[in-house]
T-cell receptor, first 111, second 113 residues
Framework: QKEVEQNSGPLSVPEGAIASLNCTYSDRVSQSFFWYRQYSGKSPELIMSIYSNGDKEDGRFTAQLNKASQYVSLLIRDSQPSDSATYLCAGADTGRRALTFGSGTRLQVQP | DVKVTQSSRYLVKRTGEKVFLECVQDMDHENMFWYRQDPGLGLRLIYFSYDVKMKEKGDIPEGYSVSREKKERFSLILESASTNQTSMYLC????????????FGQGTRLTVV
């Protein structure tokens, strides 16, 4: 099993809908997680971090962490075409000071 | 705002050349990283450094070396470039805390011909 796994997509949702992006992780990755957004040809930018079990909301974004299931998700409410990008899930590695990334999920928001 | 700057946006090099990719950060971060990103493979860690003159191998260090002579600067060196090193290279930095987010530079698209 990879340390951080994501469905590559594409995930296609209509404008205004809720987009749900999911990520699972192995024991090697610690309990701190980060969601990055990456537009085509650009570098990743941090949009959410979550450190404890439960939900964390920031504007239209909600990150959810379930440690028992080793599962982290990102919900995007009222999706906009400008949200179309690849979303990378990353976890802090327990053995070193580096983030381990999933391969990313491509989101397409249809106008 | 955190700023991580990579010296080149695009590079084209010939097979066998020695290639230097430079990265500078202005937030006094202790940790610096080099990743490469390839379609379907995500970001893979090449090397990282948590202090001046300190370095640790990541998951794919073969064919690469690094240098960190000053806290703000982290260089990636391709000793003898090969076509399979054609990729997007991303530099990042973070604070010393273990569970902390990383901030990325704009990336260098390297093509080896």
């Amino acid at each position: 099993q990879k340390e951080v796994e994501q469905n590559s997509g594409p995930l296609s949702v209509p404008e205004g809908a809720i987009a749900s992006l999911n990520c699972t992780y192995s024991d090697r990755v610690s309990q701190s997680f980060f969601w990055y957004r990456q537009y085509s040809g650009k570098s990743p930018e941090l949009i959410m971090s979550i450190y404890s079990n439960g939900d964390k909301e920031d504007g239209r974004f909600t990150a959810q962490l379930n440690k028992a299931s080793q599962y982290v998700s990102l919900l995007i409410r009222d999706s906009q075409p400008s949200d179309s990008a690849t979303y990378l899930c990353a976890g802090a590695d327990t053995g070193r000071r580096a983030l381990t990334f999933g391969s990313g999920t491509r989101l397409q928001v249809q106008p | 705002d955190v700023k991580v700057t990579q010296s080149s946006r695009y590079l084209v090099k010939r097979t066998g050349e020695k290639v230097f990719l430079e990265c500078v950060q202005d937030m006094d971060h202790e940790n610096m990283f080099w990743y490469r990103q390839d379609p379907g493979l995500g970001l893979r860690l090449i090397y990282f450094s948590y202090d001046v003159k300190m370095k640790e191998k990541g998951d794919i260090p073969e064919g690469y070396s690094v240098s960190r002579e000053k806290k703000e600067r982290f260089s990636l060196i391709l000793e003898s470039a090969s076509t399979n090193q054609t990729s997007m290279y991303l530099c990042a930095s973070s604070r010393a805390d273990r569970d902390t987010e990383a901030f990325f530079g704009q990336g260098t698209r390297l093509t080896v011909v």
